[in-house]
């Protein structure tokens, strides 16, 4: 079955970084395209970011536009959220997804697949 496996969480003051990744098995990554969300206590989950199956195509919300890079691994199945200048209000659990085909995706409705998601909190 698909599983999709979220790393890299953790405690971070304000103006850090953080790397997360999120490692896919049981289905053909490059077929995928994968997205990024968040959900902070008390609020709907919300995109990040997202990324085409080769890599070619990204896209945004705005908040983090500048500051967040989504890339990917295909030989190692694996896509990744590079997190610079961290804001208080960037605290949340992050969700990686999938959803098959090459595009890009920013409605979580659109994707087949979730992780369980890694916590990201933000100290000021």
């Known amino acids: 079955q698909v599983q999709l496996v979220e790393s890299g969480g953790g405690l971070v003051q304000a103006g850090g970084s953080l790397r997360l990744s999120c490692a896919a098995s049981g289905l053909t990554f490059s077929s995928y395209a994968m997205g990024w969300f968040r959900q902070a206590p008390g609020k709907e989950r919300e995109f990040v970011a997202t990324?085409?199956?080769?890599?070619?195509?990204?896209y945004y919300t705005d908040s983090v536009k500048g500051r967040f890079t989504i890339s990917r691994n295909n030989a190692k199945n694996t896509v990744y959220l590079q997190m610079n200048s961290l804001k208080p209000e960037d605290t949340a659990v992050y969700y990686c997804a999938a959803r098959q085909g090459g595009s890009i995706y920013y409605t979580l409705y659109q994707y087949n697949y979730w992780g369980q998601g890694t916590q990201v909190t933000v100290s000021s």
């Open positions: 990324i085409s199956w080769s890599g070619g195509s990204t």
